[in-house]
């Protein structure tokens, strides 16, 4: 039996396919709904909200009340919404009763909520495991697959930041396989990103990095603010890998991450002090995140007893949230600082930190360092349950460390902000290196030839030429003269945020 559009799951292409057929300024509380629901799926957030809340008082069926509590519940965290999110979530399970999807739909959401607003990853798989449960007593079929994929993306989250690797990167592959049989682009690029999120979070660098290069390739015809973390993610992954110039270009050209992962992001591409006080900057909403950054910067600076006090304190509070992912790293590095107070004072902590990692199946640690990597590495490799796991932190650290050596971070540029709408309008990361060199060329005043310019960038000067005229039919300058009129063109592009509704 088909099931009520109202309250069925919606997929985004639908969404954007339904949209148009809403625009009358006349709705009935139903097309008012679907309406909402279709804003909300193609992420215009805070219409969708303001729709949403306007319907509530006014639809009366405990089924389509659910539907209405699961969307809010849903956009609560996006629009920062002050309301009690957690009688809304109790009223809509109560509302749902026994449609399965509507329930794990509500669950997920639910999920989203406890681990992104209150750092409560312990409520967050209770959750999403609700969610799974609930699955199971649906009918097979399209809707239940579109569920399923967003059940296990959120429940690989979850897992990843518990440090429950394996699992979290077997959820990933899940969500992944199902949103291809579903041939749903959409939830495809969605899923591609978790997976490597998960590769990230377990130290998989090399994997992460490969997924996330394709997920960028696949969320950026959406234009979504997913672009932006996955972008951000991808950064991340380069950096620990020790490509520090193109992993700090693409930190900045994201315009993404909470203070302190920008703070984590300057520190380890050498910035110390600017690290410091981008984390002085971090509200308190950050915490205890931000503490932990903090106690790694201040060690780096060598106050290495307020560092420690920081980190403990920081361990503590992740551990209790159940974020083992981010507790072990508090550990591993408090470890290396006790190491550094007292010879032989962190040799026992890093052994039992090395090998936790390597039962949970992971390969690093969050907020890697190549320093910390290589001494876990040397003090565990005696030991025969962590040496496995000892060999592959103290390469990746090596490597890291040999790698930066070469590699020197880019720099800001005024191109970084505008990244995400160039890629929208189809600029390729080559087309975007060559107007990030001509915005930082013109900016220094610096006048060079094209032969000069393709010689930095590696390229002849007539490859350079052919990019340089996609570059303007990109942009829509190609009937002006003058690399000038590519920057003025990147200047005037639209200050609208990705994930804003398009009219």
């Not at 203070?259 to 591409?269: G, K, N, P, Q, T």
């Not at 309008?425 to 990030?436: M, N, P, Q, S, Y």
Request: glycine content about 6%; some cysteine.
């Amino acid at each position: 039996m088909a099931r009520d559009p109202l309250t069925a799951p919606l997929a985004r292409a639908d969404a954007e396919r339904l949209l148009p057929r809403y625009s009358s300024a006349r709705l009935s509380v139903e097309d008012r709904l679907m309406r909402a629901r279709c804003l909300r799926t193609v992420e215009a957030w805070e219409v969708a909200w303001n729709e949403l809340t306007a319907l509530r008082d006014k639809v009366k069926t405990p089924l389509l009340r659910a539907r209405i509590g699961q969307d809010m519940l849903h956009l609560a965290y996006y629009v920062g919404a002050d309301i009690d999110v957690a009688s809304l979530y109790r009223a809509a399970v109560r509302d749902a009763g026994a449609n399965a999807l509507l329930v794990a739909e509500i669950e997920t959401a639910w999920s989203v909520h406890r681990i992104a607003t209150q750092n409560d990853a312990t409520g967050a798989l209770r959750a999403a495991q609700t969610a799974l449960d609930s699955l199971r007593t649906a009918a097979a079929d399209r809707d239940r697959d579109l569920v399923t994929v967003r059940v296990q993306r959120q429940l690989a989250h979850v897992l990843a930041q518990i440090a429950e690797y394996p699992r979290a990167r077997e959820a990933a592959d899940v969500a992944l396989a199902t949103s291809r049989k579903l041939r749903d682009d959409w939830e495809i690029a969605w899923s591609t990103y978790a997976a490597g999120f998960t590769a990230w979070c377990a130290g998989a660098v090399e994997d992460a990095e490969a997924s996330l290069e394709h997920a960028e390739e696949l969320v950026r015809p959406f234009g979504t603010n997913l672009w932006r973390w996955t972008v951000f993610c991808l950064a991340r992954a380069k950096i620990e890998q020790g490509n520090l110039e193109e992993g700090d270009r693409l930190a900045r050209q994201s315009g993404a991450g909470d203070v302190f992962e920008r703070s984590y992001v300057a520190l380890a591409c050498h910035d110390v002090d600017v690290a410091l006080q981008l984390v002085e900057t971090a509200s308190d909403k950050e915490r205890p995140f931000s503490d932990a950054v903090r106690g790694i910067i201040l060690a780096r600076k060598g106050e290495l007893r307020p560092a420690l006090r920081l980190l403990e304190d920081a361990r503590t509070a992740l551990a209790a949230a159940g974020l083992d992912h981010y507790a072990i790293s508090c550990a591993a590095h408090a470890a290396h600082i006790r190491e550094s107070l007292a010879y032989g004072g962190g040799r026992e902590r890093g052994m039992r930190i090395v090998r936790e990692i390597g039962e949970r199946g992971g390969r690093g640690f969050a907020w890697f360092l190549p320093e910390v990597a290589e001494w876990l590495g040397k003090v565990a490799i005696g030991d025969e349950k962590a040496a496995p796991t000892a060999k592959v932190l103290r390469a990746r650290g090596e490597t890291a460390r040999r790698r930066s050596r070469s590699s020197t971070p880019a720099g800001a540029s005024e191109v970084d902000g505008a990244t995400a709408h160039l890629r929208m309008a189809g600029l390729t990361w080559r087309e975007l290196d060559i107007v990030r060199r001509l915005s930082l060329q013109h900016r220094e005043g610096e006048e060079i030839d094209r032969d000069e310019l393709a010689q930095r960038l590696g390229m002849s000067p007539n490859t350079l030429r052919v990019h340089l005229t996609r570059i303007r039919a990109k942009l829509d300058v190609g009937d002006r003269r003058g690399d000038e009129a590519i920057l003025v063109a990147v200047r005037r592009l639209p200050a609208q945020e990705l994930g804003e509704l398009r009219v």
